[in-house]
Antibody, heavy 122, light 107 residues
Framework: QVQLVESGGGLVKPGGSLRLSCAAS????????VTWIRQAPGKGLEWVSY????????YYADSVRGRFTISRDNAKNSLYLQMNSLRAEDTAVYYCARVFRSGIDYYYMDVWGKGTTVTVSS | DIQMTQSPSSLSASVGDRVTITCRAS??????LNWYQQKPGKAPKVLIY???SLQSGVPSRFSGSGSGTDFTLTLSSLQPEDFATYYC?????????FGQGTKLEIK
């Protein structure tokens, strides 16, 4: 079935780095934009970054631009998020999600992973 | 960035009640508005896209309306499994911002 599975979360010190992965299955990965969305403990959803199917179109939220790098390997059906210079405020559950396009240009996240937890603390 | 504001932030209701949640955008977003449901410890699930289109598999008691800056999510007859947090999200321009959420609790 269509599935996304995140991995790579953990405890890291402020200023440290972490690389998240998201393994896709059950669909043609290269046909879809995919995105990272995070949720700090007890807080709402924050959209972090997306990448187009080809990897040519990338966007970041201001809060992570310059520190995080999104990438994908379509041959491995995998999405990545390299997180550098981590701060306490990056502590969150990180979800990867598939972006579905309906009609001309209505986009929404229709498949989500279960999330991986990143904790930034000394 | 486009700011999305939901009201109320929390809501108590009973099984069988009709409930409406409102989402307001800081500028016009046409119909580029999605609604998600999230239960504790789970990933969000899309309910409504393009303001009023029901996602496949979502019960018909959920409906969405609105365009421009004002939108509503309506649950026509609450079921026990509907108690959750609901988020709106705009998809007209990056960053694709979310509302702060509306927590629907059992009265």
């Amino acid at each position: 079935q269509v599935q996304l599975v995140e991995s790579g979360g953990g405890l890291v010190k402020p200023g440290g780095s972490l690389r998240l992965s998201c393994a896709a299955s059950g669909f043609t990965f290269s046909d879809y934009y995919v995105t990272w969305i995070r949720q700090a403990p007890g807080k709402g959803l924050e959209w972090v970054s997306y990448i187009s199917g080809s990897g040519m179109n990338i966007y970041y939220a201001d809060s992570v631009r310059g520190r995080f790098t999104i990438s994908r390997d379509n041959a491995k059906n995998s999405l990545y998020l390299q997180m550098n210079s981590l701060r306490a405020e990056d502590t969150a559950v990180y979800y990867c999600a598939r972006v579905f396009r309906s009609g001309i240009d209505y986009y929404y996240m229709d498949v989500w992973g279960k999330g991986t937890t990143v904790t930034v603390s000394s | 960035d486009i700011q999305m504001t939901q009201s109320p932030s929390s809501l108590s209701a009973s099984v069988g009640d009709r409930v409406t949640i409102t989402c307001r955008a800081s500028q016009s977003i046409s119909s580029y508005l999605n609604w998600y449901q999230q239960k504790p410890g789970k990933a969000p699930k899309v309910l409504i896209y393009a303001a009023s289109s029901l996602q496949s598999g979502v019960p018909s008691r959920f409906s969405g309306s609105g365009s421009g800056t004002d939108f509503t999510l309506t649950l026509s007859s609450l079921q026990p499994e509907d108690f959750a947090t609901y988020y709106c999200q705009q998809s007209i321009t990056t960053p694709y911002t979310f509302g702060q959420g509306t927590k629907l609790e059992i009265k």
